[in-house]
């Protein structure tokens, strides 16, 4: 392999510039050429191609975002537009490529292999929703900033005694809600894998008198309704805070730099050693290869979250 493309694809999410720091570190020691795509699928479409090379990405380890830009790319969506990709490969030299992105973003690696194309993802999403990795670059980091704004809010509310509805992200996943929820000790946690109806909240909330903080994942659906039905029952403000994207940018944290890195040189290497169809995950703080079934599949919250910390959150 001489030439390698890599793309970062869907929700940018704190980690992805280590993933192409590393890809790229490795493949000048392996003498292979790395070349930037940007904004992703559309930037593979539209041949939008940057050589990459150790001075272009010093200093981006723990940067937040993408130098690469990227995009939910809906013609790549589409057979005929992917048909192109296979002659875009040979007319410029493109061997194989370097996916990081979520879930949608390995979708579109998995349609690329079967267009005959050796591809490796990372998986590069705040939501923590792939399988066979304990975690996804940028969910610490989307976690912890989600953790410092219901910090603020809670003296807000401590002060007013008021109650707070404050929404994450994370798709269909209450990864960050759960972790948020137990980082900040929250007096209610709502996730989409074990969701509670606004009745139930509204009478663990009127065991107190006290101000309360709700954590609510944006997969619960719209937290509107809920609110009423709680400033109805508790006869107290309630008030409804997105932390929305504020989550998804920032420095990353040291482990999503650190493992962000270690996947991209990781990645680098299965490609140029003929492996393929894989996702580097992050198992013990090793990197692992992860076959494309695996990792699409979704992660579910796992039992001892489910049985053990969920109830002690909901009913504290
Ligand atoms: O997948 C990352 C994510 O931030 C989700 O948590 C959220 O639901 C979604 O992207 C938001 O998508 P968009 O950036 O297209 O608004």
Redesign the pocket.
């Known amino acids: 392999m001489k030439r390698v493309g890599i793309l970062t694809s869907?929700?940018d999410?704190p980690g992805m510039n280590a993933a192409i720091a590393g890809a790229v570190t490795a493949a000048e020691q392996k003498r292979i050429e790395i070349i930037g795509i940007w904004n992703g699928y559309d930037g593979l479409l539209d041949e939008q191609f940057l050589p990459l090379s150790s001075s272009r990405v010093r200093g981006i380890n723990s940067l937040g975002g993408t130098i690469l830009g990227t995009s939910?790319s809906e013609r790549f969506m589409l057979p005929e537009w992917r048909r192109r990709v296979p002659d875009t490969m040979a007319s410029t030299g493109l061997d194989g490529l370097i996916i990081v992105g979520?879930n949608g973003s390995l979708k579109g690696a998995v349609a690329l292999e079967q267009a005959g194309i050796p591809t490796v993802g990372i998986p590069g999403?705040?939501?923590n929703d792939l399988g066979g990795t304990d975690f996804t670059l940028g969910f610490v980091t989307a976690a912890e900033t989600a953790v410092k704004a219901v910090r603020r809010l809670t003296d807000v509310a401590l002060s007013e005694k008021g109650v707070f509805v404050v929404e994450v992200?994370?798709?269909n996943s209450g990864y960050?809600a759960m972790f948020v929820g137990l980082a900040t000790g929250a007096d209610f946690v709502n996730i989409p894998e074990a969701p509670s109806t606004p009745q139930e909240i509204a009478l663990k909330l009127s065991q107190s008198e006290e101000s309360a903080i709700v954590i609510w994942a944006?997969g619960c659906g719209d937290p509107s309704a809920a609110a009423e039905t709680l400033k109805a029952a508790l006869h107290r403000d309630v008030e409804i805070s997105r932390i929305g994207?504020l989550q998804?940018g920032g420095t990353a944290s040291t482990l999503d730099s650190f493992i962000g890195f270690g996947m991209g040189a990781a990645a680098l290497n299965a490609l140029s050693e003929g492996r393929r169809s894989v996702m580097i995950g992050v198992r013990n703080l090793q990197p692992v290869e992860v076959p494309y079934e695996v990792a699409v599949q979704t992660n579910p919250i796992p039992p001892y979250l489910q049985q053990i910390l969920l109830p002690l959150l909901n009913t504290r």
Do not use: A, F, L, N
């Open positions: 869907g929700g999410s939910r979520g999403t705040i939501d992200m994370g798709r960050i944006e994207y998804r």
